[in-house]
C-alpha cells in the first residue's frame, strides 16, 4: 500500500489487542509493551485509550482484555457472506451424519472456525464457533494448507513451530510434508487424535466458482467403534456432495 495511506496507530492499537493471549491474559504495561514491540510510555497510552473505548480493563497495575473485544470477531460473523452461505449446508450435513459439521479458514498458522452446526447429544464434539487451533492439529488445517501453491506450503513449513498434544500429533516437519502431499493427491484427509484423544476429523476443500480453494468444510466425531475407514465412507460423500453444491456460491 501507500505509504501515506498507513496508519501506525491503528497498527499499534491492533498489536496491543493481539499482545494478550492464554499464557499472557493479564501484563503490565511493561509487558505489553515487549509483545507488542513498543515503548512501556507508547503501550501505556494506548492501553488507557482502548481501557476508555471499553475494549480493555484494569486493576490499576494490571490489564486485561474488555468483553467488548468480543464484538470485532461478531463483526466479522455478522458482515461475511461465507459463513452466512455456508450454514444451511451444515445444517444438512449434521441432519444427514449426525456429526458437527463446521467451515474453516487459515490465518497465518491457525486455523479459525468460522461457522459451526453441532448435533445434541451428551458428547459433543468440534471446535466452538470462532475458536483457533494451530492448523496441522485439525483436518480442516490440514486441507486448507495441502492446497496452497507448493512454494507457499515451504514457507509455512519453515516457519511452523511444531507442537504436540497427544502421542498421535505429527511431530515432525518431514511427516507433515508427506500428510500434505497425501491430501493433495486424495482431495480429503481423515485425521484421529491429533489435538483431543478420542476426537476424529474429516475435511474437503471448499472452492469457489474459480476453483480456489477459499475454506475447508470438516466433520468432527468421537471414534467410538468405528474404523478410521468406515468413517470415512460414511462421510466423504455428503461432505463432497455439500463442497460441489457450494462451489457456485461462495
Known amino acids: 500500500m501507500d505509504e501515506k495511506d498507513w496508519i501506525a496507530g491503528a497498527a499499534k492499537a491492533l498489536a496491543i489487542i493481539e499482545a ?9 504495561p511493561t509487558a505489553v509493551a515487549g ?16 481501557r476508555e473505548l471499553g475494549y480493555v480493563d484494569t486493576d490499576g497495575k494490571l490489564f486485561w482484555l474488555a468483553p467488548r ?11 461475511a457472506r461465507l459463513p452466512r452461505t455456508v450454514q444451511p449446508f451444515l445444517q444438512r450435513i ?3 451424519l449426525q456429526e458437527t459439521a463446521l467451515v474453516a479458514i487459515l490465518d497465518e ?11 445434541n447429544r451428551a458428547m459433543a464434539v468440534g471446535f466452538v464457533l470462532g475458536s483457533r487451533a494451530p492448523a496441522p492439529l485439525s ?16 514457507q509455512w513449513l519453515a516457519s511452523y513451530p511444531i507442537k504436540v498434544f ?7 516437519i518431514e511427516r507433515l510434508r508427506e500428510v500434505l502431499g497425501e ?12 489435538l483431543e484423544l478420542g476426537v476424529r476429523g474429516v475435511a474437503v476443500p471448499l472452492r469457489d466458482r474459480h476453483g480456489m480453494v477459499v475454506a475447508a468444510i470438516s466433520v468432527s466425531m468421537p471414534i467410538g467403534q468405528e474404523s478410521a475407514n468406515a468413517a470415512l465412507h460414511r462421510v466423504l460423500p455428503t461432505l463432497l456432495e455439500t463442497a460441489s453444491l457450494l462451489r457456485n456460491l461462495v
Not at 509483545?35 to 494506548?46: D, F, I, M, W
Open 20 to 28: 494478550f493471549d492464554e499464557e499472557h491474559a493479564r501484563m503490565t
Open 35 to 50: 509483545r507488542a514491540g513498543l515503548s512501556r510510555t507508547a503501550a501505556r497510552r494506548y492501553l488507557l485509550t482502548l
Open 69 to 79: 473485544v468480543l464484538r470485532l470477531g461478531q463483526s466479522y460473523l455478522d458482515s
Open 94 to 96: 449434521t441432519a444427514t
Open 109 to 119: 498458522h491457525d486455523v479459525v472456525y468460522v461457522a459451526r452446526n453441532g448435533v
Open 139 to 154: 483436518s480442516a488445517g490440514l486441507v486448507l494448507l495441502a492446497f496452497q501453491a507448493p512454494e507457499s506450503i515451504e
Open 166 to 172: 497427544t502421542p498421535h500429533t505429527y511431530s515432525t
Open 183 to 194: 491430501i493433495r493427491r486424495n482431495g480429503y484427509v481423515v485425521t484421529d487424535q491429533q
